[in-house]
Protein backbone atom coordinates (compact mmCIF):
# COMPACT_ATOMS: atom_id res chain seq x y z
CA UNK A 1 0.00 0.00 0.00
CA UNK A 2 0.78 3.91 -0.45
CA UNK A 3 1.69 5.37 2.55
CA UNK A 4 0.33 8.91 2.99
CA UNK A 5 1.93 10.92 5.72
CA UNK A 6 0.79 14.64 6.27
CA UNK A 7 2.25 17.76 8.36
CA UNK A 8 1.75 19.25 10.74
CA UNK A 9 -0.78 17.02 12.37
CA UNK A 10 -2.65 20.52 13.41
CA UNK A 11 -2.16 23.74 12.69
CA UNK A 12 -3.95 27.23 14.16
CA UNK A 13 -3.62 30.40 11.59
CA UNK A 14 -4.87 33.40 11.78
CA UNK A 15 -8.17 34.91 10.05
CA UNK A 16 -6.90 36.60 6.71
CA UNK A 17 -3.64 34.72 6.85
CA UNK A 18 -2.19 31.86 5.03
CA UNK A 19 -2.13 28.24 6.05
CA UNK A 20 -0.51 25.05 4.51
CA UNK A 21 -0.59 21.69 4.91
CA UNK A 22 2.07 19.39 3.23
CA UNK A 23 1.70 15.31 1.65
CA UNK A 24 3.80 13.18 1.47
CA UNK A 25 3.37 9.58 -0.56
CA UNK A 26 5.57 6.71 0.13
CA UNK A 27 6.04 6.42 -3.59
CA UNK A 28 5.17 8.22 -6.58
CA UNK A 29 2.08 8.92 -7.46
CA UNK A 30 2.75 10.56 -10.80
CA UNK A 31 2.29 9.02 -13.99
CA UNK A 32 4.35 9.73 -16.90
CA UNK A 33 1.77 8.62 -19.74
CA UNK A 34 -0.50 11.42 -18.94
CA UNK A 35 2.10 13.88 -16.79
CA UNK A 36 -0.84 13.86 -13.94
CA UNK A 37 -0.35 13.24 -10.36
CA UNK A 38 -3.24 11.15 -8.97
CA UNK A 39 -3.39 12.98 -5.45
CA UNK A 40 -6.73 14.78 -4.31
CA UNK A 41 -7.35 16.70 -1.24
CA UNK A 42 -10.53 16.85 0.74
CA UNK A 43 -12.43 18.72 3.79
CA UNK A 44 -14.04 17.46 6.48
CA UNK A 45 -16.05 19.61 8.57
CA UNK A 46 -17.17 18.57 11.91
CA UNK A 47 -20.43 16.15 11.86
CA UNK A 48 -20.26 16.22 8.02
CA UNK A 49 -19.13 13.73 5.13
CA UNK A 50 -15.26 15.00 3.73
CA UNK A 51 -15.79 17.03 0.97
CA UNK A 52 -13.32 16.80 -2.40
CA UNK A 53 -11.55 20.14 -2.84
CA UNK A 54 -8.60 19.16 -5.53
CA UNK A 55 -7.58 16.49 -7.51
CA UNK A 56 -5.15 15.86 -9.89
CA UNK A 57 -2.65 17.93 -6.92
CA UNK A 58 -4.18 21.49 -8.24
CA UNK A 59 -7.49 21.33 -9.89
CA UNK A 60 -10.51 22.92 -7.91
CA UNK A 61 -13.80 20.81 -8.07
CA UNK A 62 -16.43 22.45 -9.07
CA UNK A 63 -17.54 25.32 -6.43
CA UNK A 64 -14.39 25.24 -3.98
CA UNK A 65 -13.24 29.05 -3.59
CA UNK A 66 -10.19 29.91 -5.55
CA UNK A 67 -8.25 30.46 -2.03
CA UNK A 68 -7.81 26.51 -1.74
CA UNK A 69 -5.34 25.81 -4.22
CA UNK A 70 -3.04 22.57 -4.57
CA UNK A 71 0.57 21.74 -5.74
CA UNK A 72 3.65 19.74 -5.58
CA UNK A 73 4.43 16.32 -8.05
CA UNK A 74 5.86 13.08 -7.51
CA UNK A 75 5.84 12.29 -3.80
CA UNK A 76 5.34 15.93 -2.71
CA UNK A 77 2.33 17.90 -2.69
CA UNK A 78 0.77 20.96 -0.75
CA UNK A 79 -2.25 22.58 0.02
CA UNK A 80 -2.34 25.88 0.39
CA UNK A 81 -5.69 28.14 1.77
CA UNK A 82 -5.20 31.94 1.22
CA UNK A 83 -7.23 34.78 3.53
CA UNK A 84 -8.03 32.21 6.30
CA UNK A 85 -11.87 32.58 6.85
CA UNK A 86 -13.77 31.19 9.68
CA UNK A 87 -15.62 28.73 7.95
CA UNK A 88 -12.07 26.90 6.80
CA UNK A 89 -12.12 25.11 10.38
CA UNK A 90 -12.04 21.91 9.35
CA UNK A 91 -10.04 18.54 8.98
CA UNK A 92 -8.23 18.17 5.69
CA UNK A 93 -7.36 14.70 4.16
CA UNK A 94 -5.10 14.14 1.41
CA UNK A 95 -5.60 10.69 -0.57
CA UNK A 96 -3.56 8.92 -3.25
CA UNK A 97 -5.75 7.44 -6.33
CA UNK A 98 -2.68 6.13 -8.15
CA UNK A 99 -2.99 2.42 -6.74
CA UNK A 100 -5.77 0.65 -4.70
CA UNK A 101 -6.07 0.58 -1.96
CA UNK A 102 -6.63 4.20 -2.61
CA UNK A 103 -5.47 5.41 0.62
CA UNK A 104 -5.67 8.98 2.86
CA UNK A 105 -3.43 10.29 4.88
CA UNK A 106 -3.53 10.68 8.90
CA UNK A 107 -5.42 14.18 8.40
CA UNK A 108 -4.51 17.63 9.86
CA UNK A 109 -7.07 19.91 12.04
CA UNK A 110 -6.96 23.58 11.03
CA UNK A 111 -8.13 26.10 13.92
CA UNK A 112 -8.28 29.48 14.12
CA UNK A 113 -5.34 30.82 16.36
CA UNK B 1 -29.37 16.43 -8.13
CA UNK B 2 -26.83 13.42 -7.47
CA UNK B 3 -27.42 11.86 -3.88
CA UNK B 4 -26.45 9.08 -2.08
CA UNK B 5 -28.76 8.06 1.21
CA UNK B 6 -27.83 5.73 3.58
CA UNK B 7 -29.19 3.54 5.78
CA UNK B 8 -29.86 4.43 9.79
CA UNK B 9 -27.32 3.94 12.88
CA UNK B 10 -27.44 0.39 14.27
CA UNK B 11 -26.03 -1.08 17.53
CA UNK B 12 -25.24 -4.54 17.23
CA UNK B 13 -23.34 -7.37 19.46
CA UNK B 14 -20.00 -9.13 18.59
CA UNK B 15 -20.34 -12.07 16.37
CA UNK B 16 -24.00 -10.31 14.93
CA UNK B 17 -23.96 -9.93 11.41
CA UNK B 18 -25.21 -6.46 9.77
CA UNK B 19 -25.59 -5.22 6.28
CA UNK B 20 -25.88 -1.57 5.73
CA UNK B 21 -27.20 0.22 2.29
CA UNK B 22 -26.51 3.25 0.31
CA UNK B 23 -29.37 4.46 -2.39
CA UNK B 24 -28.10 6.22 -5.27
CA UNK B 25 -30.57 8.72 -6.86
CA UNK B 26 -29.93 11.30 -10.17
CA UNK B 27 -27.48 9.86 -11.95
CA UNK B 28 -26.56 6.25 -14.03
CA UNK B 29 -25.77 4.23 -11.02
CA UNK B 30 -24.53 1.02 -13.22
CA UNK B 31 -21.72 3.56 -14.70
CA UNK B 32 -20.32 5.09 -11.82
CA UNK B 33 -17.76 3.24 -9.25
CA UNK B 34 -19.13 3.26 -5.62
CA UNK B 35 -17.58 2.65 -2.39
CA UNK B 36 -17.03 3.10 1.26
CA UNK B 37 -15.03 4.39 3.61
CA UNK B 38 -14.71 3.69 7.27
CA UNK B 39 -14.35 6.26 10.10
CA UNK B 40 -13.73 4.95 13.44
CA UNK B 41 -14.15 7.66 16.51
CA UNK B 42 -12.17 10.49 16.32
CA UNK B 43 -9.95 9.15 13.66
CA UNK B 44 -9.47 9.33 10.00
CA UNK B 45 -10.53 8.11 6.79
CA UNK B 46 -9.69 4.71 5.47
CA UNK B 47 -10.49 3.38 1.85
CA UNK B 48 -12.38 0.26 2.15
CA UNK B 49 -13.81 -0.78 -1.32
CA UNK B 50 -15.43 -0.03 -4.34
CA UNK B 51 -17.57 -1.62 -6.89
CA UNK B 52 -18.57 -1.52 -10.29
CA UNK B 53 -22.35 -2.30 -10.56
CA UNK B 54 -22.43 -2.36 -14.00
CA UNK B 55 -20.09 -5.92 -14.13
CA UNK B 56 -19.85 -6.62 -10.06
CA UNK B 57 -16.35 -5.54 -10.16
CA UNK B 58 -14.88 -4.77 -7.01
CA UNK B 59 -11.44 -3.56 -5.21
CA UNK B 60 -10.66 -3.83 -1.30
CA UNK B 61 -7.97 -2.96 0.54
CA UNK B 62 -5.90 -5.54 2.37
CA UNK B 63 -7.27 -4.53 5.86
CA UNK B 64 -10.53 -5.39 4.86
CA UNK B 65 -10.85 -8.70 2.82
CA UNK B 66 -12.59 -11.24 4.01
CA UNK B 67 -13.90 -8.85 6.51
CA UNK B 68 -16.28 -7.21 4.63
CA UNK B 69 -18.23 -7.63 1.56
CA UNK B 70 -19.28 -5.12 -0.91
CA UNK B 71 -21.96 -5.69 -3.44
CA UNK B 72 -24.71 -3.75 -5.53
CA UNK B 73 -28.45 -4.22 -6.55
CA UNK B 74 -28.19 -2.37 -9.98
CA UNK B 75 -32.54 -3.01 -9.94
CA UNK B 76 -32.73 -0.53 -7.43
CA UNK B 77 -29.64 1.54 -7.20
CA UNK B 78 -28.22 0.34 -4.15
CA UNK B 79 -24.75 -0.81 -2.89
CA UNK B 80 -24.26 -2.67 0.28
CA UNK B 81 -21.38 -3.61 2.98
CA UNK B 82 -22.27 -6.29 5.33
CA UNK B 83 -20.51 -8.26 7.83
CA UNK B 84 -21.10 -11.68 8.53
CA UNK B 85 -19.68 -11.36 12.23
CA UNK B 86 -19.32 -7.88 14.14
CA UNK B 87 -16.54 -7.39 16.35
CA UNK B 88 -15.93 -4.28 18.80
CA UNK B 89 -13.22 -2.50 16.71
CA UNK B 90 -15.97 -2.28 13.75
CA UNK B 91 -17.28 0.27 15.71
CA UNK B 92 -17.26 3.78 13.15
CA UNK B 93 -19.32 5.25 10.68
CA UNK B 94 -18.95 4.40 7.34
CA UNK B 95 -19.60 6.67 4.40
CA UNK B 96 -20.58 5.45 0.97
CA UNK B 97 -19.06 7.94 -1.69
CA UNK B 98 -19.17 7.80 -5.69
CA UNK B 99 -16.15 8.13 -7.94
CA UNK B 100 -16.55 11.17 -9.70
CA UNK B 101 -15.62 9.73 -13.37
CA UNK B 102 -17.85 7.34 -15.19
CA UNK B 103 -16.51 4.05 -16.51
CA UNK B 104 -12.51 3.65 -16.30
CA UNK B 105 -11.32 3.68 -13.02
CA UNK B 106 -8.67 6.75 -13.80
CA UNK B 107 -10.12 9.54 -11.89
CA UNK B 108 -10.88 7.62 -8.50
CA UNK B 109 -11.57 10.61 -6.08
CA UNK B 110 -15.17 10.82 -4.52
CA UNK B 111 -17.20 13.13 -5.18
CA UNK B 112 -20.52 12.67 -3.37
CA UNK B 113 -21.04 11.13 0.00
CA UNK B 114 -23.77 9.92 2.01
CA UNK B 115 -24.27 11.33 5.17
CA UNK B 116 -22.65 8.48 6.98
CA UNK B 117 -23.89 5.91 8.74
CA UNK B 118 -22.68 4.78 12.66
CA UNK B 119 -22.62 1.19 13.43
CA UNK B 120 -21.98 0.48 17.11
CA UNK B 121 -21.47 -2.63 18.17
CA UNK B 122 -21.51 -3.45 22.09
Known amino acids: DIVMTQSPDSLAVSLGERATINCKSS????????????LAWYQQKPGQPPKLLIYWASTRESGVPDRFSGSGSGTDFTLAISGLQAEDVAVYYCQQYYSTPYTFGQGTKLEIK | EVKLVQSGAGVKKPGESLRISCKATGYSFNNYWIGWVRQMPGKGLEWMAI????????RSGPSFQGRVTISADKSISVVYLQWSSLQASDTAIYYCARVKSPGVLDEAVFDVWGRGTMVTVS
Open chain 2, 51 to 58: IYPGDAET
Open chain 1, 27 to 38: QSVFYSSNNLNY
